[in-house]
């Protein structure tokens, strides 16, 4: 809030600041986060070699298979890098959203809420502010090998983008009017859309690094930090704990896999393998690529151990319709959405 607000009294500050909160994410949270997939691995296959090795096997071929999609087609490369993001950003915001409010989703309901939290994250910048993200993408794919986008094309994209978040939209709000009938359901609702209209508010005003970066190190992060810590100290976690003491605990966590990460950023931006001049758009297309490489095993990762409760709608009404007719009014359960 304290960003939107500055970006619509004093502009000039979030323009000359824009790259700031993606930068810092490659060492502040953002970054660190991610490279605790180790400890989780080991944490969750901690007396079962063989499981481990399976796991750790599997995390290296999505990370190869996603480095080579990006050199062997730098478009298709950024378009999964787009849709990756999109679930994983999406669906881990309405995981939390399910937690804080014990509002059990159906499985269609969470995955349209999901595309459409994580499309207002990805694509709301390419409308509000196109030639930038041009301009970044653009860097991206020529230091993957390939030739820029033409504007047309990206001109189709936003497009696309527009009637995706519209689309996904509509049906966000379809399946919460659907399901008011409860305090719980009500206030998941309010919430959310809260939630919703605050991102599309915040990517109109803000330049595209500076909310992506301040999103991803601000929120997302956070959030996730949060949920690793649980999970790898288990019934172990203090019963009084600051807030910032996880931050701490998952950073040790991460060091085997993030400064070998961190050296390898360092030695091709020193080496330059491309020849490049060095511009921070450039150093920014660099740190997109390492991300789009990292996003894909790092979801594998996240969709396997931090899997929601999901109930199968269809089953979960012919169940409410049977015990409904067995209990007072201010008795019957829920209804899913």
């Known amino acids: 809030m304290v960003a939107i607000l500055t970006g619509l009294a004093f502009p000039q500050i979030i323009e000359s600041a824009q790259y700031l909160p993606f930068l810092l994410s490659v060492v502040v949270l953002g970054m660190t986060h991610g490279a605790a997939d ?3 691995i ?4 901690a007396s079962n070699r063989a499981s481990q090795a399976l796991w750790f096997s599997t995390y290296a071929l999505i990370l190869i298979a996603s480095l080579g999609l990006i050199y062997a087609s730098p478009p298709l490369g950024l378009l999964a ?3 990756f993001s999109i679930w994983h950003f999406g669906s881990s915001d309405i995981k939390d959203l399910t937690t804080e409010t014990q509002v059990i989703p159906a499985k269609s309901a969470y995955a349209i809420r999901s595309l459409f939290r994580g499309s207002l994250i990805v694509l709301s910048p390419l ?3 196109p030639a930038s993200v041009e301009s970044i993408f653009n860097e991206w794919i020529g230091l993957s090998g390939g030739i820029p986008l033409a504007p047309s094309l990206w001109a189709d994209f936003r497009f ?12 966000t709000v379809g399946f919460h009017l659907s399901s008011l009938q409860t305090a719980k359901h009500r206030r998941l609702f309010s919430i959310e859309t809260g939630e919703n209209i605050l991102l599309l508010v915040a990517s109109s005003i803000l330049t595209p690094l500076f909310f992506v970066g301040l999103y991803f190190i601000g929120w997302h992060s956070i959030r996730h930090t ?3 810590d649980h ?4 019934e172990r976690k203090p019963k009084r704990s600051s807030f910032f003491a996880p931050f701490g605990r998952v950073l040790a966590r991460s060091i085997p896999l ?6 390898l950023l360092g030695l091709l931006l020193v080496t330059n393998p491309w020849n490049q001049v060095w511009t921070i758009d450039r150093v920014v297309a660099l740190i997109l690529i390492f991300y789009a490489v990292v996003t894909p095993p790092h979801e594998f990762i996240v969709s396997n151990l931090f899997r929601p409760r999901l109930k199968n709608a269809g089953n979960q009404s012919r169940d409410l319709a049977r015990r409904s007719s067995h209990k007072p009014e201010n008795e019957r359960p829920a209804p899913v959405i």
Not at 42 to 45: D, E, L, V, Y
Request: proline share 3%.
């Open 38 to 40: 180790f400890a989780l």
């Open 231 to 234: 999970r790898l100290l288990g």
């Open 226 to 228: 949060h949920h690793v």
């Open 258 to 263: 993030l400064v070998p990460a961190l050296l």
């Open 81 to 83: 890098f787009a849709v």
């Open 127 to 129: 409308i509000f502010h």
């Open 42 to 45: 080991r944490k969750r296959h």
């Open 160 to 171: 696309v983008s527009l009637i995706v978040i519209s689309v996904l939209g509509t049906f």
